[in-house]
């Protein structure tokens, strides 16, 4: 048995994992702030986990964390998290320490990635890129069942490669980011301009009634047929695909995995987005990358920190 623990802006998961890489517990609570709240959060999780499956901490093999922001997984460190407010925090080295056990980390797109490559889509796969369109784009790169990070365990930051130079100011600092444009916030963007300039689409009545402009109202228009919202929606796409496209270019991964709250709109984002990927693809031979949906939601997080 191990633990994966999930940690959060907003929440820390944990669960329990056995050797099938099934969940056989879960826990979460609300994250506190601080390293040494959250530390103490996670350990008493720990035992939680462990008291309702009825087993010793001492049964447990070894527990991993996927935090956001940069971590060097080799030392260990969460080097910087904004989410967190965490900076040089050597978060394996004091749980480790409370714990008594093995602790591993990792930045949490990428540990994402490994559960969802070993136990959701890409289970039959040789090699993998995940990306999650949600507030954010993240992104993980699986290579020979492990996590690709670069030498300082920074690589796979798919989101803060530039579509448009010169382009949106991402959060980074940088501009024309692909998260600038990709995330679930970039579509919202485009949304509010398109029913600004059509205040005959039925986008007007979708986010009145629901009270905002959010990532589904341009998908629910584009699938009733409004044309505002089929253009929101293939501008939008058309970021989407040229992002996957240069990871493809570049990776020629077996499978293309596309998680986040956006990958809600299903088959039908995977049906408009496969033609704009296509168009842009380098490779014109017979074994192209597959593309398909991530399987797993929030448990890829728990899974993949489970098997760091
Ligand atoms: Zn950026």
Redesign the pocket.
């Known amino acids: 048995m191990r633990i994966g623990i999930d940690l959060g802006g907003t929440n820390i998961a944990a669960g329990l994992i056995n050797e099938n890489l099934e969940i056989v517990e879960k826990d979460s609570v609300k994250t506190l702030r601080g390293a040494d709240a959250v530390v103490s959060e996670m350990e008493v999780l720990a035992h939680s986990l462990c008291s309702q499956a009825g087993l010793r901490l001492s049964d447990i093999e070894s527990v991993g964390v996927g935090s956001p922001g940069a971590v060097d997984s080799r030392e260990g460190i969460v080097v910087y998290s904004n989410n967190l407010e965490f900076s040089d925090v050597p978060l394996a080295a004091m749980l480790g320490g409370k714990l008594g056990l093995p602790v591993r980390i990792g930045n949490d797109a990428n540990v994402a990635a490994l559960g969802e490559f070993h136990a959701g889509a890409g289970r039959k796969a040789a090699s993998m890129a995940l990306i999650t369109l949600g507030t954010g784009v993240g992104g993980g790169i699986i290579l020979g069942g492990r996590i690709y990070d670069g030498f300082n365990g920074m690589a796979g930051e798919a ?2 490669m530039t579509v448009v130079k010169d382009g949106a100011l ?5 501009n024309g ?1 692909w ?2 444009y990709a995330s679930a916030t970039g579509l919202i963007r485009m949304t509010k301009d398109a029913i600004a300039r059509h205040p005959e689409s039925i986008m007007v009545q979708i986010s009145e009634e629901r009270g905002k402009v959010s990532g589904r109202t341009a998908f629910m228009a584009a699938r009733q047929g409004d044309q505002a919202g089929n253009e929101v929606v293939d501008e939008y796409l058309s970021y989407v695909a040229c992002g996957i496209a240069n990871l493809i270019n570049l990776l020629q991964p077996a499978m293309l995995c596309v998680g986040g709250g956006i990958s809600h709109e299903g088959a039908y984002l995977i049906e408009r987005l496969q033609p704009l990927v296509d168009a842009e693809l380098y490779n014109v031979g017979e074994r192209k990358t597959e593309m398909c949906l991530a399987e797993l939601g929030n448990d890829a997080g728990v899974i993949g920190a489970a098997m760091l």
């Not at 991402?170 to 940088?174: K, L, V």
């Open positions: 989101g803060h991402c959060t980074c600092g940088r980011c998260e600038a």
